[in-house]
């Protein structure tokens, strides 16, 4: 499959926990990375592998995955965290890159 | 401190060309893959090309193949994307970045405007 399905939007009340998911055949075969954008600045890498997140990165950000489907969670939502986010992976093919459609999400 | 800086955006017209440069500094450049990523202004993001630690193998996305070629310069940390017969869909915020499965290095973009 050469897409990432994300929902386009979702929004939760400061504190809680969201989930945000990503849907490909790709993701059978590869673990996904996912991106924090802010507006006007560039992604930054939030999880990879799976479960690895880069120095800086609070623990209250983590991953998971099932079949072609992924998702990251984020428990106790700050303001902060208000952004897009963007799942990454090969396609199945393991020779091209895909980006997810992003998913904004609005803190409450 | 990893940086990536952009540069050589700009206005166009459609069909021409551009070059865009990467400066990398603060990770040793010739151990990653580099990446071009493209955001349409509002929009999402889109992987342009990529090239390997040497620079022999190169892999194009489908939009740009033909009209775009990347390459690098490990003496001088530097990576490059040579745009041609430019489009106006071609329009957007360039990225120059590393590792983008692993480490995560990203520049700030450089704009490109393809337009009459």
């Known amino acids: 499959s050469s897409e990432l399905t994300q929902d386009p939007a979702v929004s939760v009340a400061l504190g809680q926990a969201v989930r945000i998911t990503c849907q490909g055949d790709?993701?059978?075969?590869?673990?996904p990375t996912w991106y924090q954008q802010k507006s006007g600045q560039a992604p930054v890498l939030v999880i990879h592998g799976n479960k690895y997140r880069p120095s800086g990165i609070p623990d209250r950000f983590a991953a998971s995955g099932s079949g072609d489907t992924a998702s990251l969670t984020i428990t106790e939502v700050q303001a902060e965290d208000e952004a897009v986010y963007y799942c990454?992976?090969?396609?199945?093919?393991?020779?091209?890159?895909?980006f997810g459609g992003g998913t904004k999400l609005t803190v409450l | 401190e990893v940086q990536l800086v952009e540069s050589g955006g700009g206005l166009v017209q459609p069909g021409g060309s551009l070059r865009l440069s990467c400066a990398a500094s603060g990770f040793i450049f010739r151990s990653y893959w580099m990446y071009w990523v493209r955001q349409t202004p509002g929009k999402g993001l889109e992987w342009v090309a990529d090239?390997?630690?040497?620079?022999?193998?190169?892999t194009y996305g489908d939009s740009v193949r033909g009209r775009f070629t990347i390459s690098r310069d490990n003496a001088k940390n530097s990576l490059f994307l040579q745009m041609n017969s430019l489009r106006a869909d071609d329009t957007a915020l360039y990225y120059c970045?590393?590792?983008?499965?692993?480490?995560?290095?990203w520049g700030q973009g450089t704009l490109v405007t393809v337009s009459s």
């Open positions: 790709s993701l059978r075969i590869y673990y």
């Open positions: 090239i390997n630690q040497d620079g022999s193998q190169m």
């Open positions: 990454n992976s090969r396609d199945s093919s393991g020779v091209r890159w895909l």
């Open positions: 970045a590393g590792g983008i499965a692993t480490s995560g290095y």
